[in-house]
Each structure stands twice: as C-alpha cells, then as structure tokens.
C-alpha cells in the first residue's frame, strides 16, 4: 500500500534539498537545456543509493561520452529501446543477491531514465512488459517531444501542428498531424501503484513527485516535460519560461495518480494556449484555425482530467469545494 | 555420485542451469522455446531453485533484462532459438562488448521465410561475429556438460565474455538420451558463485555502457578480441579440470578415424554421430575416410583444426547454413580461410544440406563423401553444392 510506502515522506522544501549531486555538472547538454535540468532534479530528490540506467539518447550521450562520466551513482546505459528490460535486470539481480547474502541488505533504488521516443515509440513494449511485471524501479521519461539527440525527427509525443525535420511544415501538411500519444494514461491503464506528470518549472513539485515514485514499493512512470531550445527553437533562456507556460495553459497539466486515484494541481483560469504556442519557432506556421483547434482540444482534455479526479478521488474534490467555499 | 538416467535434453540442461546455481533466469517463449525454462520456472516455483524467473515480453527484453542483472553481479542464464535468437540480435553484440558473461543455450533452428521451426544452424551463423564464445553439442551429454563449463568460461576474469551453449533443436533438444547427472556436491567445488570484477554497486560506482568515439571505438573491440581469442586458454583449461574432476575429456576439435584418412568430413553439432556411422560403413569397405567436428566455434581453433585435417588430400565441408550470394556456408568459409596460406592444402569440398530440418541421413554422408572425392580427382572448380534439392 502507498500509505504505508510514503509514511515518512517529508516533502521538500527550498531550504531541505539535498546537497548531494547524484548527477553532476561538467556534462555536455545544450546550452538552457530543460531536459537536463529535469534529470537533475530527479537525481538530486530521490539520492543515493541508487542505480540509474539510461536508454540511449541526448541524455545518455551528453552524460558518458568516455572516459568522461557525469554520473556519480553506479550507471548502465545498453541500447535504445531497453531500458525498462535492463532496468527490469538489475532490480531482479539485486533482489536476488540481497536474499543470498551475496551483497548488503540495503534498498538501492533503480531509476530508468528515457526520452519520449525511447518510452512511446520503441521502447514502449520493454516499459509495459515491465511495468506489468511490477519490477520495483522508478521509470522517468524526459519528454522533449521528438527525436533531438538524432536531429529532430517526429515521434508519437510530439505535439499536433510542430515541426520537425520528418514532420515539416509544408505546403499540405503543416507540421506533425496527428496528437501527442498519451503516455500517463497507459501507463495509468497498468494499474502500476504511481504515475505522475511535472515540469522542471515547478521543481519541488517535481522533485517531491520523484521522491514519492522512489519510496513507493513496485513500478513508478514520472512524465516529465523536457524543453528543447535546440529542438524547439527557442531562446537558450527560455527554458523555465516554456516550462511554465506549458502548464499554466494547461496543455502539459499536472497530475498525480496514486494507486489509481487522481489528482490534479488545479488551473482553472488558465493562459490561452496561443501564448506557449507563440515562445517556439517550432509552432511558427500555425494557423488561427488550427490554435482554435488545439484550444478546445486543451480544453477538453483538462475537463476530463478533472472528470477522472472527480470518480477516483471524491475527497480531494470535497476538500477543495470546502476550500473553495 | 553421478547417476545415469533416460531424460529428455532440454530438462537436462535445466537441471545444469540449477547446479550453477544461478541467480536470474530472464526468457519468452518465442516460436518456440523449449522446456529449458518452462523446467527452470518450475524449480523455481517449487522452491528447489533459489532464483529470480523474469518472464519478460520478448527475446530482446530477455537479454537486456540479463545484462542489467549480470551487470549487477548476478549469474545470469537464458535460452532462445531461431527468430527468438535474431530479435536478440542488437543486444548479442551488447554482451560481448561490455563484458557481461551471461550463459545463453541457443537451440539451433531455422530463421524464417517460410516459417519452419525445425533444426539448422542459421539462428547462430547469423551471431558469428557478435562476439560471443561459442561452442556446439553433438549429444545430450555434451549438452549438459558444456552448460554447466560455460559459467566457469564465461565468468572467469580473464575471459568475461558471453558463452552461447549450442544444441540442435528437436534432433537433441526434444528426445531423450542417457544421461549422466551430477549431485550439487559433486559441482559446487567445480563452480563456485560469480565473483564479478567490476559490478553496479553504489559503494563503487561505475558506468557502463558510455558512449565511445572514433578515438576509443577501435580499442574497445581490440579488447573483446584479445579476450576472445586469449579465452581459448580459459576453455582448455576448464576443460581440463572438467575431465580429471569426472573423467569426460572435452577438445575444441575432435577426430573420428581420421588416422591414415585420406578424406576428412567436417561436422559440427548432432548430424556428427550419424555421420560417423557412415564414416564406419565406408571404412567397413576399405575407404580412407575421417571425421573431424569443431566443438569451439567461437573463438575458432585454427591450430588444433589444422592439426586435426593433417595429411588429408580432401576435406568435405557439411555446413547448415547458407550464406547466400557468397561461397556456402560459414563453416566452409572459415575452413577455406584457415587453409588459403598453407603451401599444402587439400582440396576443400563445400556442402550445404540439411536446411530447415531436412532429414541428413547415413546416405547423405556417404553422398557428401563420394561427390568430394569425385569433385578432388577431377579438381573441380565450385563454389559449394546444395544437397538434397528436389528439381520437381
């Protein structure tokens, strides 16, 4: 049970991060990198011991070009579409060899880390098939939304309407035509213990969420959105901005589902989407149409966000009509 | 001591699985696998093997789900064949070249088109160069035998490399044969528990798997090949020690009749004990003929097999795999690449039969022997000749 899991969880605040850099600076990311910072942040809140397996990816080639490493925890990186497996691995050998006694009895927490065609285009039978077997590791999916670290092709993440090298926008086709895959949803459909949403923006909620997804006990899938300059042309000191932006319209909402019940960090007033959309040059051609069109689409699917709180979780909606009130 | 009983070949490797005590068994069930690991989930289940059963969702989930464990420390076993072993494919060059020494039994089937789950040897051919050791069983006994060596090869530190345990599909995997069972006593001094040089452990932490430049990319694989080449000691060695511990003698070559043979015929795998059987019917009739099988595939013993073919004026390659648009098959490649420098070299015959399951009888042997002796006098000049092919 969760409850039991998260009894002595202390959220963090400005003055309790930890010190310790699980992942360290001297790495080779972009200049405003959002998804590094992500990564960081995750690193930092769920600590060490710990054992980070990374599919490949900007990540894994930013941190390990050897004989460098920018990881001061034990880390494996094997291939692309298998870090869910590998990580599956070491979480089943380390168990294995704490019963035999062949190393110490203490709880060394495994963290998957992989972008968002590592988790929703290839990689995505490895994550179920792990996630239904309830391997006891934190899998974090660093969503920039297309394929960065290879030169910016289209994946199933990548937003409706942005352009990418193999998603142009041209003159029939303006940009990438279908909608972002939903990833916490599937996830969600595992009936894994924790699955939540966050942005580097909002870095206690993120790292509070990364925490929780360590203590809890069985498979944990943080989503979290990685902005790209590089990928998204947008300044080098945007990141934060976009970040922002991205939640406050409610196009990236964020949301926790614990052992299936939801909740959502309300935003009932939200920004129009036309302003995230204007920060990018990835999102330049859009059409007043299509805005109109991603709108009610936003609209919608926060709507229904707010609909699944209301059947999972109907205390903290009471709570928040009390408040409210 | 060692008891002698009638078991079926895939539940005996298993039983060799539980003897080295292994620490995670990660396998699919692809089209098909055997009773390795359904036999292995069972032990495990039943409490009789202290072990973690990962039933991941594919062969190549199965064998990153076995690196990540062996890269923890963990003695690491899984077993795949045909598509299975090809959706393995990317991770195969994976666990060699980062040293992870994970014990694999590749049940050695066709690979599709047409689908066919029967026995020949293209699932491994196609992992030749992934780097692996690799090593071929002619019967049941063998089978067990290398399984049980492998984590002794695989895991010493000068070797840390992968060991692929291969064994005919049907023809070994699926009968039953006489064998020749060890108790955990008689094992445990021969095999001790893993002892990794270099694991993910968060007092001494490490990276693995770093990304590596055109300026350390060629050292790297200089490495894995001086540890492939340099681990034919390691075999010999443990080989050693496996023959004076249970008196079974194991050679990367071995020769059959070969003394004063004029034609030698190369074998690997189960289709040697019916081909020694026509080797004894055409000796019966007075013909110089031999046998030589390669046990150790991988690395390949030039020395020993050279020694082996000595004298010879034809050699007959039987291969069971086709290397389409080339010369045949690989084992007549390597076997004409060993030769291509020596002064005195004997005329080399290259077959290829028995693809897809095709029955490779007693006659066929006979065939293969007398069309390289034909071939021989005449020197004819071919590539290789498919045998058995029905024209209508």
């Not at chain 1, 599919?55 to 930013?62: H, K, P, R, S, V």
């Not at chain 1, 997804?213 to 934060?240: E, F, M, Q, V």
């Not at chain 2, 004076?244 to 190369?266: D, F, H, N």
Request: hydrophobic share 40%; proline share 6%.
């Amino acid at each position: 049970m969760i409850a039991d899991d998260l009894k002595d969880f202390k959220k963090f605040t400005p003055k309790t991060l930890p010190r310790e850099e699980p992942f360290v600076s001297g790495h080779r990311a972009c200049q405003g990198c959002g998804e590094v910072l992500a990564l960081r942040q995750v690193a930092k809140a769920i600590g060490t011991p710990m054992i980070a397996v990374s599919a490949t990816g900007c990540m894994e080639i930013i941190s390990s070009p050897f004989p460098q490493t920018a990881w001061a925890v034990p880390w494996i990186h094997v291939a692309f579409e298998n870090a869910a497996a590998v990580a599956s691995g070491v979480e089943s050998g380390l168990k294995i060899l704490v019963d035999k006694g062949r190393i110490p009895r203490k709880e060394i927490k495994v963290v998957a880390f992989a972008g968002d065609g590592g988790t929703a285009d290839i990689g995505l039978q490895a994550l179920s098939g792990a996630m239904e077997r309830g391997h006891n590791f934190v899998y974090v999916c660093l969503d920039n939304e297309a394929y960065m670290n290879t030169g910016i092709q289209r994946s199933s993440s990548t937003p409706y309407g942005a352009m990418t090298t193999t998603s142009p926008a041209g003159k029939v086709t303006p940009g990438q035509t279908t909608w972002k895959k939903n990833l916490p949803a599937i996830m969600a459909a595992h009936n894994i213990p924790y699955v939540a949403t966050a942005s580097p923006a909002y870095y206690l909620d993120l790292m509070n969420k990364a925490k929780k997804a360590s203590l809890i006990k069985g498979p944990a899938y943080l989503h979290i959105y990685s902005s790209c300059p590089t990928g998204w042309r947008h300044g080098a000191d945007l990141a934060i901005t976009v970040s922002r932006l991205v939640v406050e319209t409610n196009i990236f909402p964020l949301y926790e589902i614990e052992e299936g019940r939801y909740t959502v960090r309300k935003n009932n007033q939200p920004k129009p989407v036309v302003d995230y959309f204007k920060t990018q040059r990835r999102f330049a051609h859009m059409t007043p149409d299509m805005l109109q069109t991603i709108q009610e689409r936003v609209d919608r699917d926060y709507q229904r966000l707010l609909q699944m709180e209301g059947l999972t979780n109907p205390a903290v909606v009471k709570e928040e009509r009390k408040v409210a009130e | 001591m060692a008891k002698r009983v009638g078991m079926e070949v895939s539940i005996s490797i298993s039983e060799a699985v539980k003897l080295a005590n292994v620490d995670v068994i990660s396998a699919y069930p692809i089209t098909p696998q055997t009773h390795i690991v359904e036999h292995l989930s069972e032990f495990v289940s039943d409490g009789e093997l202290h072990s973690a059963f990962v039933p991941v969702e594919s062969e190549h989930s199965a064998m990153s789900a076995a690196l990540g464990a062996s890269a923890v420390g963990a003695r690491t076993f899984t077993a795949t064949s045909s598509q299975g072993l090809a959706l393995m494919h990317e991770i195969m060059y994976l666990a060699a070249s980062m040293r992870l020494p994970v014990v694999m039994s590749v049940v050695n089937r066709a690979l599709s088109s047409p689908i066919n789950i029967w026995n020949d040897l293209s699932d491994i051919m196609a992992e030749r160069d992934s780097g692996w050791i690799q090593v071929f069983a002619i019967n049941g006994q063998e089978a067990y035998d290398l399984t049980l060596q492998a984590f002794k090869i695989a895991e010493d530190p000068r070797v840390l490399l992968p060991v692929a345990v291969n064994l005919d599909g049907f023809i070994l995997s699926h009968v039953i044969e006489p064998i020749e069972l060890f108790e955990q006593k008689e094992v445990d001094p021969f095999l001790p528990p893993y002892q990794p040089v270099l694991r993910l452990d968060p007092e001494k932490p490490v990276s693995m798997g770093a990304f590596g430049s055109p300026e350390v990319f060629i050292e790297v694989k200089k490495q894995v090949e001086e540890a492939l080449i340099g681990s034919q000691k390691v075999v010999a060695e443990v080989w050693k020690d496996f023959g004076q511990r249970y008196g079974r003698v194991y050679k990367p070559v071995e020769s059959y009749q070969t003394k004063g043979a004029e034609t030698i015929l190369i074998t690997m795998g189960s289709i040697t004990e019916t081909a020694m059987m026509a080797i004894d019917a055409l000796r019966e009739k007075g013909r110089q003929v031999g046998l030589v099988h390669i046990r150790l595939w991988r690395p390949f013993p030039f020395k020993e097999f050279l020694q082996a073919i000595k004298g010879a004026k034809t050699v007959a390659v039987l291969d069971r795999a086709l290397s389409p648009g080339g010369v045949g098959g690989p084992v007549g490649l390597e076997v004409k690449s060993a030769l291509f420098g020596k002064e005195e070299r004997p005329y080399v015959a290259e077959f290829v039969a028995g693809l897809g399951g095709r029955d490779l009888t007693v006659e066929t042997f006979i065939e293969v022997l007398d069309k390289a002796e034909k071939y021989s006098q005449k020197q004819k000049d071919f590539q290789y000749e498919l045998i058995g092919v029905r024209e209508k």
